[in-house]
């Protein structure tokens, strides 16, 4: 069973830049991971920040991209807002047809 | 406008079976992958299950898999998951999403609003 990890909790200052991380708990994410993060907040459907790596799904913000660092892959969010203050969710291809997501990353802001 | 409307969520007893469905629009349905993606009250994302662009190639979650179809008919635009054998762990959240692209290893990026599943005695 892949597993895949997440930072459960983060916090920035409004303003800051913050970086999250997604990882595979045995081996390395690449771009053929075609990582993609997604933000969601209490009641609402998620919506699409980023997908294949870095690209910004339409309408997000520039603030937001995506890269891999290292063996895992990031969401970089600078000059962070209140209302980025949600949960962030990545999500991995593991072959095959199968896709898993990491466990969500509340982001704090404050 | 490309639009995702899930349906077909409400309460049923554990063992019993239901079929979501999601009815597309805006764009050219049978051109892009489809995925059922769900979420348990409280808890995180979970990719559930996806079908290709023809329907000829389909993959499943683990948690899931012998007991959920994922389905599609182009000709009606229109996504389906056949859920068989439910229990508590499966009530959430089911969300549609399309793809990016015609296969299954392309990642998903436009969502609907969801259905609601309830599994309860």
């Known amino acids: 069973q892949t597993v895949v990890t997440q930072e459960p909790s983060f916090s920035v200052s409004p303003g800051g830049t913050v970086t999250l991380t997604c990882g595979f708990s045995s081996g390395s994410v690449s771009t053929s991971s075609y990582p993609s993060w997604f933000q969601q907040t209490p009641g609402q459907a998620p919506r699409t920040l980023i997908y294949n790596t870095n690209t910004r799904s339409s309408g997000v913000p520039d603030r937001f991209s995506g890269s891999i660092l290292g063996n895992k892959a990031a969401l970089t969010i600078t000059g962070a807002q209140a209302d980025d203050e949600s949960h962030y969710y990545c999500l991995l291809y593991v072959g095959r047809g199968i896709w898993v997501f990491g466990g969500g990353t509340k982001l704090t802001v404050l | 406008e490309v639009q995702l409307v899930e349906s077909g969520g409400r309460w049923v007893q554990p063992g019993t079976s239901l079929r979501l469905s999601c009815a597309a629009s805006g764009f050219t349905f049978d051109d892009y992958a489809m995925h059922w993606v769900r979420q348990a009250p409280g808890k995180g994302l979970e990719w559930v299950a996806g079908?290709?662009?023809?329907?000829?190639?389909?993959a499943y979650a683990d948690s899931i898999k012998a007991r959920f179809i994922i389905s599609r008919d182009n000709a009606k635009n229109s996504l389906y998951l056949q859920m068989n054998s439910l229990t508590p762990d499966d009530m959430g959240f089911y969300y549609c999403?399309?793809?990016?692209?015609?296969?299954?290893?392309?990642?998903?990026?436009?969502w609907g609003q969801g259905t609601k599943v309830t599994v309860f005695s």
């Open positions: 079908v290709s662009w023809k329907g000829g190639s389909r």
């Open positions: 999403a399309k793809g990016v692209g015609s296969t299954w290893d392309d990642v998903f990026h436009i």
